[in-house]
């Protein structure tokens, strides 16, 4: 009951979470020479962090659902990450956009860990991939890189292609041998209601 009372409410803070997420990059995108400006994106930035953190608390007592982790993380990062760039950092969000992916990569890993109590291969393969492509990209915007980003893309192509089949094939293997570490059929729809662990709570009380 105390459940299905949270879901509103979760999903109201989400929402509200997304619009300042996109206020703060509006902001960012017309970015005018006006230091109220500056500060009333910093306080939208500020209340977007203290969102994902009521999200995590929630989620973490109540709903137990992966999702709601994870989007409260994700709002959490992204929020220490922008108030970084806008008052300590002294680069632009032109030049650290990719830390964004890199923060979204994270926050799936501990999501799954804390959803599951352990690791899994469903959340920590994506997770190193989103990882790596933040960090690759992440190389070109601070100009780390200075090659052609398709000439890289022409060369490299085929090998990244070929390291994601070889990492499937290899999940595969894995999963045959160590179920414990795999996501089961039934914990597919991680971003369903269905998901929810109040399952397992209402079992124990029969």
Do not use: C
Not at 120 to 128: D, N, T, V
Not at 165 to 193: C, N, P, R, T, W
């Amino acid at each position: 009951m105390v459940y299905e009372k949270m879901l509103k409410p979760v999903y109201s803070m989400i929402a509200a979470g997304i619009v300042l997420a996109i206020s703060s990059l509006v902001f960012v995108i017309i970015n005018p020479a006006s230091k109220s400006i500056d500060i009333l994106n910093l306080i939208l930035l500020i209340l977007q962090a203290g969102v994902g953190i009521a999200i995590m608390i929630v989620s973490l007592k109540v709903t137990h659902k992966f999702f709601h982790i994870f989007i409260g993380l994700v709002f959490l990062f992204w929020s220490i990450i922008s108030i970084l760039i806008n008052v300590v950092l002294p680069y632009t969000e032109k030049e650290l956009w990719p830390l964004y992916g890199v923060a979204a990569a994270i926050a799936m890993f501990i999501s799954g860990y804390k959803k599951y109590g352990s690791i899994k291969f469903g959340y920590l393969i994506p997770s190193i991939f989103f990882f790596g492509m933040g960090i690759w990209y992440l190389f070109f915007s601070m100009n780390i890189i200075t090659m052609s980003f398709r000439l890289v893309v022409m060369t490299l192509g085929p090998v990244f292609l070929i390291s994601v089949a070889a990492i499937l094939v290899i999940y595969f293997l894995v999963q045959q041998k160590h179920k414990e570490l795999v996501v089961s059929d039934e914990e597919i729809g991680v971003f369903s209601d269905e998901e929810a662990s109040f399952k397992f709570d209402s079992e124990d009380d029969e």
